[in-house]
DNA sequence: CTGAAAGCGCTAACAA
DNA sequence: TTGTTAGCGCTTTCAG
């Protein structure tokens, strides 16, 4: 059995009150041999604080819950990669949690949460609908990660991305590279995530006089298989230069649909994507696409909920990230 | 605040005994009404129990630490995402966390697996050499998931690759192809990861009659940066016409370097990768590999070790999971 | 400067 | 069938 303070506490003939002030450094009035003592015992009992009684009295789990749609989606590996560091770095350990996109997976971890006392969460709700009700419910700060949800009265901080912006800046791209014929790929359509997009698309083609045709658009998911299948059921139906994706993996779909095809990139079709994962400047054709600071937002998103918590912040934390284009190769 | 066991059962009448035998199921021996007043009391009251405080008393926290060198390698997102599933369909919650192939930070993170209290842990050590005086000392079940560690105590499990047989099949894929200059790429040379699959390299090889080259072996780290770095420097100081990867992200590395040199793939160039990431099928040239059976591996390790904390089975669980060669476009 | 006592929310014998 | 009691390991007033 690991030591506990009691155990400390008898061998050093001291109370385990006077323990637990030395080992949380509130030791200020502790008598100095009284703290050597405890701190060597400690040592040689190789002591760890139960962090689950610690949590108990303190009403502190130093936990933070973090809600993404699947971890296996580089964007996500890296939020998440980021979010995990952040949060170390300032004392906070993260439990990690897939929603899959489903609204009641999602529900369960948050109760879950609620259950395990985290701290506060970090969610990235993505297509899916957040239960805003348990969110309140549970009062336990939030920071959305990658989009705002509905009202709510926990909520601590926004990481948005300017999502019209960077569609209409790929967009934009692929105009002045001399495409009038852009196919646009997306997730859910009647999501915000991609309407946002889609205004954006559609406002850089109007700006350059192009006409908007609805037989370019597809939209259902953000996961490469789409990417692949859309491209190959565009390429049956009707004719485009140019395939603008809301994100890099739906790119990487996009791009083994062409190659299936005998299409060049960029000589037949450019691509461009949406996200600048990792893997992107990697790919045989480094791929051009829309940085939004992934890492960066992970780390804002995490201090600003740190700092709520810790109280060094209690106002709202609104961040929105700009993101750039950037030229690889595909276009 | 949220309802705790001590407002339903003052609302409901009884002892906050009964409550819990009730939410526990355990709940054969009480009454009916009883049974009734306090589930719904429960549900109006949104009682979620405090997972704390339980675990405190019943020494059992239902979660799972896992270490693996960095998240971020698709091949560690795949294996932690494949035992977060394995762990959650049988009750169990993952703390994840990243060693960075440093021992002190693996260290760190075990200490805090021990504070947190969790039930078993699961170690993806890699390259580094793991504290087993450490890992004795916390009493915690241990799996491991990518290769034998010394002698441990708490050793419940090992869920092994036979890298000497994927290195071999690699090597020999390549020979069969009609190469003979095969460079090597792979991790750490001094450890028992790299040194295996070196002789699998080598026995396929002499086989063959084609003498070992030591100017074709380069060692450092699974890293594509590595891979990148290091394929530019054979190309400078020897010359060959394939590489055999020890892991995925190498070979990705790699095929980058090979383009910026101009070099066709697998024309003037073959490559091989070692561990069939999802990545791997879905690149310009799909990637010819090892499959390992990465998530397969990691919902063994995972069920191997919540057998025993579930006392399903108290023996040590040994698995070799043989690789197979998977033949793309790359060879 | 140190200790006694109470209690965080829950479970687990043992009584009743 | 239900309640009483004790206690998990720790922190935190409040006295001494």
Redo the contacts with the bound molecule.
Sequence with gaps: ?AA???DIARRA??????V??V??R?DS???????QKVLSLARELN?T??SL??S????KSHVIGIIVPDILNPYFTELVRSCDDAARLRGYTTLVCNSEGIAEIETAHLTSFGGHRVDGILLAASDVVPDTELLDALRIPVVCMDREIGPLAQLVGIVDTDYRSGAYQATRHLIEKGHTRIAFLSGAPHRSNTQIRLSGYKDALSEAGIAFDPDLIRCKEFQHRFGHQATLDLLDHTSFSAICCMNDMLAIGAMVALRERGKRVPEDCAVIGFDNIYLSPLLEHPLSTVDRRIAHSGRVATDALIDFLDDADRTLTAVTITPTVVSRTTT
Tied chains: 1, 2.
């Design positions: 059995m506990t303070i009691k003939g001291v109370s385990t009150a006077t637990s002030k080992l949380n509130k009035v502790i008598g100095d041999e009284t703290r002591y604080p139960n009684a610690r108990l009295v303190t009403r």
